[in-house]
């Protein structure tokens, strides 16, 4: 199994931040990588796939980047709705897997 | 609007079966794989396996192979989870999530190549395993 390890854990940070979060996969995925958000009480919330593609109606402050086995999530200006927890996934192969999140708090 | 609607939250006893729907609608049912995530209290998203809905072929994850069925009805246009022998590691958050498929910019094939991504996820049924 790919296994996907994010950092940090986790991450505090004010509105108006530019903050990144990094996932490393244990073997290259090529592009096949994507981000979610996630809400307490919530389900998952697509935000990115194939790396660096924002999902419809994501806000452009976010973006990805990356390839192989290393990428990252950028959120340029935080904002009050961005504080959640994110994670990354891989779609190379089964079983689908998940990096451990990483929970972006309010400083 | 397309939306995913699971049945409500459940308790079993371990040793137990425990059978989780999953509802879909705004878009065309057979025409999509579903797949079903559970997360633990404070754990990671899991990936337990997928259903085709249009063919019903089926994909499960080892971790889960022989406890788990996954089933679909296609004039209810609802897919099913069935977790069996179930312990108190499975108390989980279980969610059924579509698969959407995207064309994206490759630079490795320096043309467009496809990927898939968890589009739509449904609300979470949590399962709680307590004797």
């Known amino acids: 199994d790919i296994q996907m390890t994010q950092s940090p854990s986790s991450l505090s940070a004010s509105v108006g931040d530019r903050v990144t979060i990094t996932c490393r996969a244990s073997q290259s995925i090529n592009r096949y990588l994507s981000w979610y958000q996630q809400k307490p009480g919530k389900a998952p919330k697509l935000l990115i796939y194939?790396?660096?593609n924002l999902q419809t109606g994501v806000p452009a402050r976010f973006s990805g980047s990356g390839s192989g086995t290393d990428f990252t999530l950028a959120i340029s200006s935080l904002q009050p709705e961005d504080f959640a927890t994110y994670y990354c996934q891989q779609s190379y192969n089964t079983p689908r897997t998940f990096g451990q999140g990483t929970k972006l708090e309010i400083k | 609007q397309v939306q995913l609607v699971q049945s409500g939250a459940d308790v079993k006893k371990p040793g137990a079966s425990v059978k989780v729907s999953c509802k879909a609608s705004g878009y065309t049912f057979n025409r999509y794989v579903m797949h079903w995530v559970r997360q633990a209290p404070g754990q990671r998203l899991e990936w337990m396996g997928w259903?085709?809905?249009?063919?019903?072929?089926?994909r499960y994850s080892q971790k889960f192979q022989g406890r788990v069925t996954m089933t679909g009805d296609t004039s209810a246009t609802t897919v099913y989870m069935e977790l069996s022998s179930l312990k108190s590691e499975d108390t989980a958050v279980y969610y059924c999530a579509r698969e959407g498929a995207y064309d994206f910019w490759s630079p490795y094939l320096g043309g467009l190549d496809r990927t898939d991504a968890f589009d739509i996820w449904g609300q979470g049924t949590m399962v709680t395993v307590s004797s």
């Open positions: 194939g790396v660096s």
């Open positions: 259903i085709n809905a249009g063919n019903a072929d089926t």
